[in-house]
């Protein structure tokens, strides 16, 4: 049975891609995760006892513990690192954070793999590291665009995608990188976009939009993305950077209003906030590499699993106040800290 690590495993992605391989795959799955924020013990609790699945509360940025790990978990086939602080406005009030995972926590992992304790490592990065397009182009970024990041965040997710390949080049490892398209589904932190919304929608209070709300995104679901994921830690040639993309642009006042139509709202529900710093304008990805290459597929419609997930949080409330309550997530720190 093939052993993989997973890093921020307690995140939206990282919790979803491990539920995905557990079902589909007879993988052995080891989760690491702070359980800061924005991840959540709600969003592995019912994974404790599942006999394939094992997880250590711990820092990617302390290399001895995760030296630790690899030391007593032998036999790991890979590491596929989802964790990161991935907020952007959080970025630009504390960008120290943000360099310390972001990029200090994946040297960790690629000096540990350098000593030969696992084989093939997958960074996980965004659409963010290429900058933005402007409005009124079709162009689109591919793997081979230039790296133009705009804030703290995006600029720590570029750094360690050029470090994750220049250990590629220099010491022979087997990595490789995912860049995708902003991910929405269920259990994703409430501070995101389509939940905030929503959950603005639900207490009746004003849904803010930066700007004119003309920046243009491009939207996956998680699923989808997941399932990219796995088909390049599977498939993908080593050295090589795959998109992993929805092809569903939407400027974000066009996707408040999709969700505020869902609860029968219009646009007087909407205020237009004071924009933020480096706001990047659109974004866009070309995925023909993983489409002709690793033959991947997206198989969800944008409009029906946004209406999906909008219902979910409208059902799952008391999922979003546990997430939301510190208290609550320091006394599962300590009643489920797994100790080396």
């Known amino acids: 049975m093939k052993k993989i690590l997973i890093t921020g495993g307690a995140g939206f992605i990282g919790n979803n891609f491990i539920r995905y391989v557990l079902k589909k795959r007879k993988y052995r799955i080891i989760n690491v995760d702070l359980l800061l924020f924005p991840s959540s013990f709600e969003n592995i609790k019912d994974l404790m006892k599942v006999e394939n699945y094992k997880f250590y509360k711990g820092d990617i940025k302390n290399y001895k513990f995760l030296l630790k790990i690899f030391k007593k978990e032998k036999n790991i086939d890979g590491v596929i690192n989802f964790a990161a602080w991935s907020h952007v406005d959080k970025s630009i009030l504390k960008p120290?954070?943000?360099?310390?995972?972001?990029?200090?926590g994946v040297f960790?992992?690629?000096?540990?793999?350098?000593l030969g304790f696992f084989r093939r490592f997958l960074q996980i990065s965004t659409d963010e590291v290429y900058g933005d397009l402007p409005y009124d182009t079709l162009d689109k970024f591919n793997e081979d665009s230039p790296l133009r990041p705009s804030s703290p965040y995006s600029s720590s997710k570029a750094s360690a995608d050029l470090l994750s390949l220049s250990y590629y080049k220099t010491y022979d490892l087997d990595i490789l990188i995912t860049r995708s398209s902003n991910n929405f589904g269920e259990y994703q932190f409430p501070e995101k976009l389509i939940p905030l919304?929503?959950?603005?929608?639900i207490k009746n209070q004003k849904v803010p939009v930066y700007g004119n709300g003309r920046n243009v995104r491009d939207?996956?679901?998680?699923?989808?993305?997941?399932?990219g994921i796995?088909?390049?830690?599977?498939k993908g040639k080593s050295g090589n950077i795959?998109?992993?993309?929805?092809?569903?642009?939407?400027?974000n006042l066009e996707l408040v209003k999709k969700i505020l139509y869902f609860f029968d709202r219009d646009e007087s529900s909407i205020e237009f906030v004071k924009d933020r710093p480096g706001h990047d304008r659109r974004?866009?990805?070309?995925?023909?590499?993983?489409?002709?290459?690793?033959?991947h597929k997206n198989i969800y419609d944008?409009?029906?699993?946004?209406?999906r997930t909008v219902y979910w949080y409208k059902n799952n409330l008391k999922w979003v106040e546990k997430c939301l309550d510190q208290n609550f997530k320091k006394y599962h720190l300590q009643n489920y800290n797994k100790r080396i």
């Open 197 to 201: 919304t929503i959950l603005k929608i």
């Open 230 to 234: 796995m088909k390049v830690f599977e």
């Open 283 to 295: 974004y866009s990805l070309d995925i023909t590499k993983i489409k002709t290459q690793l033959y």
């Open 302 to 307: 944008f409009e029906k699993f946004l209406k």
């Open 242 to 251: 795959y998109n992993i993309g929805g092809e569903n642009e939407v400027t």
């Open 108 to 114: 960790n992992l690629l000096e540990i793999q350098k």
């Open 219 to 227: 939207w996956i679901y998680v699923l989808d993305n997941v399932r």
């Open 96 to 104: 120290k954070d943000f360099i310390e995972t972001n990029v200090y």
